[in-house]
């Protein structure tokens, strides 16, 4: 089993309420049916931890795999009541926020950057653990789905670690180039902030 294989399935059951990619699916699903029924927002964090590569190869899985924990029990101490968390694999988790706007979303993932960002400073390593952060949430008034609300979170994440400097411990939930929409299959003139 290599180093990644053994990060990609991390076992969080230590953290209980942490959803992992097969639970998390059925519930995403429901969440965005009710907030498409009712009317209200629906927001997505997709987040990822930068250097996190780095550091596994450094001081191992089993260290890593600490690192995992340590940050599934803080975004759940952080976390709003209402909200889920699922760690989707690899270094990457994703908290569903009902009834959240696009701001308010946004304003969440920049104290829960900040919050990582000091609570992981400690850790050492060849370069500091932070966290990058994709920022998306459902568009009023229009027909959606849940896969293009998550999709969409990714790709601003993704875009963040690769487009933004410095690529790493950023927020972003702002437009991404009229290619990238292409790419995701996402109608852009029904998504907040495109």
């Given at each position: 089993?290599?180093?990644?294989?053994?990060?990609?399935?991390?076992?969080?059951?230590?953290?209980?309420?942490?959803?992992?990619?097969?639970?998390?699916?059925?519930?995403?699903?429901?969440?965005?049916?009710?907030?498409?029924?009712?009317?209200?927002?629906?927001?997505?964090?997709?987040?990822?931890?930068?250097?996190?590569?780095?550091?596994?190869?450094?001081?191992?899985?089993?260290?890593?795999?600490?690192?995992?924990?340590?940050?599934?029990?803080?975004?759940?101490?952080?976390?709003?009541?209402?909200?889920?968390?699922?760690?989707?694999?690899?270094?990457?988790?994703?908290?569903?926020?009902?009834?959240?706007?696009?701001?308010?979303?946004a304003e969440?993932?920049?104290?829960?950057?900040?919050?990582?960002?000091t609570a992981?400073?400690?850790?050492?390593?060849?370069?500091?653990?932070?966290?990058?952060?994709?920022?998306?949430?459902?568009?009023?008034?229009?027909?959606?789905?849940?896969?293009?609300?998550?999709?969409?979170?990714?790709?601003?994440?993704?875009?963040?670690?690769?487009?933004?400097?410095?690529?790493?411990?950023?927020?972003?939930?702002?437009?991404?180039?009229?290619?990238?929409?292409?790419?995701?299959?996402?109608?852009?003139?029904?998504?907040?902030?495109?």
């Amino acid at each position: 089993m290599t180093v990644a294989h053994a990060i990609a399935h991390a076992d969080l059951r230590a953290v209980p309420g942490v959803l992992d990619r097969q639970a998390m699916q059925p519930t995403f699903e429901s969440i965005a049916q009710a907030a498409r029924a009712s009317g209200r927002s629906l927001a997505v964090l997709t987040l990822d931890i930068d250097h996190f590569k780095d550091y596994q190869d450094e001081h191992g899985p089993a260290q890593a795999e600490q690192v995992l924990t340590q940050l599934a029990m803080l975004l759940q101490q952080l976390q709003p009541s209402s909200a889920s968390l699922a760690y989707l694999g690899a270094d990457e988790f994703m908290l569903i926020l009902p009834d959240t706007g696009l701001a308010a979303a946004a304003e969440l993932a920049e104290r829960l950057r900040d919050r990582i960002a000091t609570a992981l400073a400690q850790l050492g390593g060849l370069r500091p653990l932070t966290a990058t952060i994709g920022v998306a949430a459902s568009p009023p008034n229009q027909d959606w789905q849940a896969t293009t609300l998550l999709t969409l979170a990714d790709a601003r994440m993704t875009f963040a670690k690769r487009r933004l400097l410095p690529h790493h411990n950023l927020v972003w939930a702002g437009t991404l180039p009229s290619d990238w929409y292409l790419r995701l299959d996402v109608p852009a003139g029904i998504w907040p902030s495109l």
